[in-house]
């Protein structure tokens, strides 16, 4: 039977994982902070306890290898398959990840991007990634996550943030905020009949932007990152570190998403500001940045 959707597999999934006890969707409440230039950013609160995995203490077996059979969507070719969250926000949030076993820190390959483009060809929505620790990754095992969104609604909350570094194709630091210093983003054509090679472009134009090095310089990037990836962007940001005043901030955060837990400094946030949170966690020591090439 040929797929129509894998968020609607994913969901079907989710219903089945449930009734089996292999799904623990978050408890969270939602508010929301305001932002110059963006859609408000989404804060969830964590009202359970917060799941392993996210535990910083403590050693932790690889739910990757093997995977739960009882979360498994299907199949991606011979090297990927997909799964769901275990311990989901959002129902059908799914994660991409290698069959064998593969590092999150190291590079990102031809059969990774492939493996995205074979379902991003049927499920729209924000695919992120982060690459180790300090990019707020909480698994070793490479996984690469994907959050299903409507054609009627945006990707996220700072979309429009992306799109503007697209447009702006300036370098100018002195109009730059440390976010953007940090910061890479360029054009993807959903049109492209090869979209595997095409996202590899990207990825590995960002990455000399942002001096990570390449696949032939460097056997793992110079400095922690993050991607976010849509049909029409893509953006890879340069890290420092994971937590700043009690936030564990992923690639999500630089989406719009931010989770709170109980050693979040929630009063610190509302007077500083979600932007200047993200401003914490950056690497923007960065001095020679390539000129921006919005064509891609």
């Not at 275990?86 to 990774?112: C, E, F, R, T």
């Not at 609604?153 to 370098?171: A, D, L, Y």
Request: net charge negative; with cysteine; glycine share 6%.
């Amino acid at each position: 039977m040929a797929i129509e959707s894998y968020e609607q597999l994913a969901l079907d999934r989710s219903q089945t994982a449930l009734e089996q006890g292999a799904l623990h969707p978050l408890k969270t409440t939602v508010s929301y902070l305001p932002s110059v230039g963006t859609e408000p950013f989404e804060l969830r609160e964590l009202n359970s306890e917060l799941p392993r995995h996210l535990r910083k203490q403590g050693p932790k077996p690889n739910p990757f290898l093997p995977w739960d059979p009882r979360l498994e969507v299907c199949p991606i070719g011979q090297s990927h398959a997909l799964i769901l969250n275990k311990y989901p926000v959002q129902l059908g949030h799914m994660l991409l990840i290698s069959k064998g076993w593969a590092a999150q820190s190291d590079w990102l390959g031809i059969n990774d991007w492939n493996a995205v483009g074979v379902v991003d060809e049927l499920t729209t929505g924000l695919w992120f990634f982060n690459s180790g620790p300090n990019a707020g990754a909480s698994q070793p095992h490479r996984h690469i996550q994907l959050l299903p969104r409507s054609d009627k609604e945006s990707r996220c909350p700072r979309e429009g943030w992306f799109v503007n570094m697209i447009n702006q194709n300036t370098t100018d630091s002195t109009e730059r905020s440390p976010v953007k210093l940090a910061t890479a983003v360029r054009r993807r054509d959903p049109n492209r009949s090869n979209q595997g090679e095409h996202i590899t472009t990207l990825y590995l134009d960002m990455a000399n932007e942002l001096s990570l090095g390449t696949p032939a310089s460097r056997q793992i990037p110079a400095a922690p990152y993050n991607i976010l990836l849509t049909s029409h962007w893509m953006a890879m940001v340069r890290r420092h570190c994971d937590v700043s005043h009690g936030f564990s901030i992923n690639a999500l955060g630089f989406a719009g998403y931010l989770l709170a837990t109980s050693e979040a400094e929630r009063s610190w946030l509302e007077e500083h500001g979600p932007e200047q949170l993200l401003a914490e966690v950056v690497d923007h020591s960065v001095v020679s940045r390539l000129p921006r090439q919005s064509n891609l």
